[in-house]
């Protein structure tokens, strides 16, 4: 049965919230789970409610739709085929209503698994809400695999995190064996960070799922089944995983490479290209790169238009309080191009971020406007 659960008896399912479930309970709750709709929404449930309304969704063969309820989508239809209806993060812009089969993600589970190591004994860590889908996969992933998805750092051995989070979940979780980072791409200080823990990271979209993945410091390399193409220096993807209506080659506008060997390496996405003069200044490049300098806890890249040079890249840096602005801009020349390095500095409190705990860059730049 595609929504079977791992594991089973006695052993433990979820631990979140304050709330435990042996498998035998967690199966008992979802055969329970009062609702004859054709469409449940998980939106707003605590998170061990919001697993078992998937759970029971899955097993029904019914849909559900786990939003961010502050930032819901138009969504004029429902698919007959969709099990989940989810949304796209909103970090260059509105959320976009996305619907999937329960297949486009469980058949996708044995190559995660593979590239995980995830077992039926691990504590899984959720680092953030579900209708950010990598975690809510994550946790959906754990429960097919006979793990335990938690919420307590301290008993976690695996966690799921975009980078910024990794950096503050590490100290704070001394059992942890393994990092799965995903969201944007990892950088050296949370590398630095996770010194000793073997990290996993994968490359995906929503509208995607997975795409690649790598045990660091090994190559990104596609997942088995999964085809790419680049056209004009932008990533598209041919994926049994993709959402209901993708089209047959999608692309979600990632700048990419791929080499003979087949590692695959995505270097941001093509909004995100910033043309200072002729010369290509990808954002994400300059972000990775200052977000290694004392003194910034969190950056983000964008381009103004500049009369001459067409555009000129602006730096809008959260401070940790350790340095100030001119000291970091003094140290920033050293280690970055003249195209790269930025013209306007923006010391900020705290930068926007979606729910998975990624800078939200548009919203930076309609704020710049």
């Known amino acids: ?65 786990v939003e961010n309820p502050d930032a819901r989508p138009d969504r004029p239809e429902v698919p007959p085929s969709a099990f989940l209806l989810v949304a796209t993060s909103g970090s260059t812009g509105r959320p976009r209503p996305l619907a999937r089969t329960a297949a486009s993600w469980y058949d996708s589970f044995p190559a995660f698994t593979a590239i995980t190591g995830i077992d039926a004994t691990d504590h899984v860590l959720i680092t953030g809400p579900l ?10 992933h754990a429960l097919w695999r006979g793990a ?41 200080g949370a590398r ?44 598209y993807v041919r994926s049994p995983y993709s959402v209901i209506g993708a089209p047959d080659w999608f692309g979600v506008g990632d700048l990419a490479e791929l080499r003979d060997n087949g590692e695959l390496i995505v270097r941001g996405r093509g909004e995100s290209a910033i043309n200072v003069g002729g010369t ?56 970055l191009s003249k195209e790269a390095m930025p013209r306007r500095w923006v010391p900020i409190e705290a930068l926007p971020r979606t729910a998975s705990g990624k800078v939200a860059r548009g919203r930076v730049r309609d704020w710049l406007a």
């Open 131 to 140: 209708h950010a889908t990598m975690h809510l996969f994550g946790a959906v």
């Open 192 to 235: 630095a960070v996770a010194d000793g823990i073997e990290i996993v990271e994968y490359y995906g979209a929503a509208e995607l799922s997975l795409v690649a993945a790598r045990r660091v410091p090994e190559p990104l390399r596609l997942l088995d089944g999964v085809d790419a193409d680049i056209r004009d220096g932008l990533l």
């Open 148 to 188: 335990c998805v938690t919420d307590d750092p301290s008993r976690a051995t695996v966690v799921h995190a975009v980078p910024a989070v990794l950096r503050d979940v590490v100290g704070k979780a001394p059992k942890l064996r393994t990092a799965i980072v995903a969201g944007t791409a990892l950088d050296d």
């Open 280 to 335: 290509t200044v990808v954002a994400e490049d300059v972000e990775r790169i200052l977000e290694t300098l004392d003194g910034v806890d969190a950056v983000a890249v964008v381009g103004s238009p500049h009369a001459v040079l067409g555009e000129t890249v602006t730096a809008v840096v959260e401070l940790d309080g350790t340095e100030e602005i001119a000291d970091i801009r003094s140290r920033a020349r050293r280690v």
């Open 1 to 65: 049965m595609i929504a079977a659960l791992g594991g089973a008896g006695d052993q433990p399912a979820l631990d979140v919230d304050g709330r435990t479930y042996t498998y035998a309970q967690l199966d008992r709750a979802i055969d329970e789970h009062c609702s004859d709709a054709s469409v449940h929404d998980a939106s707003e449930l605590p998170l061990a409610d919001a697993l078992i309304c998937v759970c029971a969704a899955a097993r029904r063969g019914t849909a559900v739709i």
